[in-house]
């Protein structure tokens, strides 16, 4: 399995942009998958999570309302829309893929990572 995320960037405080992370290989037909972040010297953190059973999403209390994950099953794809972004939202953005439908928050669940892409806000 493999996870190509892409749609990182420079954007000013109060912007958008779009995250994209497209899965590949045997992935087979249920996975759930997530978005993390990172900054330089801290632990990877929770953003949002998409859960195939119930197609229920969660989001970290520091993006609700501001931030939506979306899925493309056709496309085994997820997605990341980032509105009003600020400058604490800078940081490497992971997309995640999980075979578990317990503990999404947490980075020790998912089996596999994609390579990372920067997004960074300017204030």
């Known amino acids: 399995v493999q996870l190509q995320a892409s749609g990182g960037g420079l954007v000013q405080a109060g912007g958008f942009l779009r995250l994209s992370c497209a899965a590949s290989?045997?992935?087979?037909?249920?996975?759930?998958m997530a978005w993390f972040r990172q900054t330089p010297g801290k632990e990877r953190e929770f953003v949002a999570a998409?859960?195939?059973?119930?197609?229920?999403?969660y989001y970290a209390d520091s993006v609700k309302g501001r931030f939506t994950m979306s899925r493309d099953n056709a496309k085994n794809s997820v997605y990341l829309q980032m509105n009003s972004l600020k400058p604490e939202d800078t940081a490497v953005y992971y997309c995640?893929?999980?075979?578990?439908?317990?503990?999404?928050?947490?980075?020790?669940?998912?089996?596999?990572w994609g390579q990372g892409t920067q997004v960074t806000v300017s204030s």
């Open positions: 995640g893929l999980t075979y578990s439908d317990v503990d999404v928050a947490q980075v020790l669940t998912y089996h596999y």
């Open positions: 290989g045997r992935t087979g037909s249920r996975y759930n």
């Open positions: 998409l859960v195939w059973s119930g197609d229920s999403t």
